[in-house]
């Protein structure tokens, strides 16, 4: 079985993009399987159980990081992606923060960004676009051509080397080329790892403490005038 994480902002088009997917999957006599991790309200899961009849699931990941929900529930997902004989594993995740990255070693990871979201948006995306394997570009008919040039470049200055995939993805304009790497990717192996180092993943804010001003808070701090530095315990 093949494990594939999209990532992206929210609106972007993930779902769009891995319906396509699915579609031809299918076509191509696979049998995915399909897994939303979302904060607080998600629907998807049940459309593409309807459309496509395939096995899904989902999950809230309430007050924890969707990223990091991610980690601890994928471990399970693909045993029961297994157990329900799947091909694929296809994996969206909110990934809210820009900060974490979802993906997996030995995995396919996906970031989707919307063209029309401005120039400026690969700058700001951090490890869900540096430790991408594929760049999916949606809405591109919504901008000129100049500008698809552009966020082409800002994508490729923050990742050298990355493959970017344009697409329509309403009309599946571009999806065929990324189906065919889906199919190159690697089997799933266990252990599973992370691919990447994740940020500082607690602190005393995430446990509950509402003080305002670093002063009144220990562990990794930040001023307004200084760099992060480390105070306490």
Known sequence: MRAVICAGPPTSGKTTILKQVVRRLIGNGRR??????????????????EEFNIPVKKVYSGELCPDH????????????????????LLVET????????????????????????GM???????PMLSLADVAIVT???LISQAEREVFRARILEAVPGVRIIETDALYGIGVDPLVRQLEESPEVNNPLYLRGSPPVGTCTICVGKKEIGWKQHFGVVR?????IFYRGE
């Open 94 to 117: 909110a990934g809210l923060c820009l900060r974490c990255s979802p993906y997996i070693e030995g995995s396919l990871g996906l970031v989707v960004l919307e063209a029309t979201s």
């Open 32 to 49: 995915p399987a399909y897994l939303k991790i979302d904060v607080q309200y998600a629907d998807e899961d049940t459309l593409f159980g």
């Open 139 to 141: 809405k591109i008919d």
């Open 69 to 88: 929900c991610n980690v601890m529930v994928l471990g399970e997902a693909i045993e029961w992606a297994e157990g329900e004989a799947a091909d694929f």
């Open 223 to 227: 001023p307004l005038d200084t760099d």
């Open 120 to 126: 400026n948006l690969p700058r700001k995306i951090g």
